[in-house]
T-cell receptor, first 114, second 114 residues
Framework: NAGVTQTPKFQVLKTGQSMTLQCAQD?????MYWYRQDPGMGLRLIYY???????DKGEVPNGYNVSRLNKREFSLRLESAAPSQTSVYFC?????????????FGQGTRLTVV | GENVEQHPSTLSVQEGDSAVIKCTYS??????FPWYKQELGKRPQLIID?????GEKKDQRIAVTLNKTAKHFSLHITETQPEDSAVYFC?????????????FGKGTHLIIQP
């Protein structure tokens, strides 16, 4: 039982390049989330998907897009990377969309934009 | 939306002593308060949570207390051990979910001194 799996673990991009972060969960959870973590800022929600077929903006959605490919997979895309998007990105999933149940996190993707 | 304040940002205690981390929240409708532990370079993991119909919850050396009137909740760790060294995040979840689904504090870096 792998839980939540993210790829890649590390990535360096040049300003203006694009990339997609992949996330998959095998717990049959309905809800999935993308967070970014910056020093001293905690975890901030970028986008979430309450259920398959729906996506909504979180606190810091600018510069990102998401796709809920199916119940298992939720990807995050940076169309034109900027240095301000240097961060650690975490995907998470939970059984209930309001997250009143435990959220399980992936291992994180450390992204550097130069 | 919900706003969660967490203090202190850094806490250093002697091994064997107790540690207390405090959080306040703004939305009186919030009804779920989890605590996550993140070891260096690892993913956040749930250690304990409490719901608004409960005032205190314990799990071995860890306890969480909730004061709904004052809108604050605290994490208590007794008999601290070196493996307790980590960053701890509190969070609050209002029942409406959505973009405010789970709002995290900025984290407390707990250092256990030998």
């Amino acid at each position: 039982n792998a839980g939540v799996t993210q790829t890649p673990k590390f990535q360096v991009l040049k300003t203006g390049q694009s990339m997609t972060l992949q996330c998959a969960q095998d717990m049959n959870h309905n809800s999935m989330y993308w967070y970014r973590q910056d020093p001293g800022m905690g975890l901030r929600l970028i986008y979430y998907s309450a259920s398959e077929g729906t996506t909504d903006k979180g606190e810091v959605p600018n510069g990102y897009n998401v796709s809920r490919l199916n119940k298992r997979e939720f990807s995050l895309r940076l169309e034109s990377a900027a240095p301000s998007q240097t961060s650690v990105y975490f995907c998470a999933s939970s059984e209930a969309w309001r997250m009143n149940t435990e959220a399980f996190f992936g291992q994180g993707t450390r992204l550097t934009v130069v | 939306g919900e706003n969660v304040e967490q203090h202190p940002s850094t806490l250093s205690v002697q091994e064997g002593d107790s540690a207390v981390i405090k959080c306040t929240y703004s939305d009186s409708a919030s009804n779920y308060f989890p605590w996550y532990k993140q070891e260096l370079g690892k993913r956040p993991q749930l250690i304990i949570d409490i719901r608004s119909n409960v005032g205190e919850k314990k799990d071995q050396r860890i306890a969480v207390t909730l004061n709904k009137t004052a809108k604050h909740f605290s994490l208590h760790i007794t008999e601290t051990q070196p493996e307790d060294s980590a960053v701890y995040f509190c969070a609050a979840n209002p029942p409406g979910g959505g973009a405010d689904g789970l709002t995290f504090g900025k984290g407390t870096h707990l250092i256990i001194q030998p």
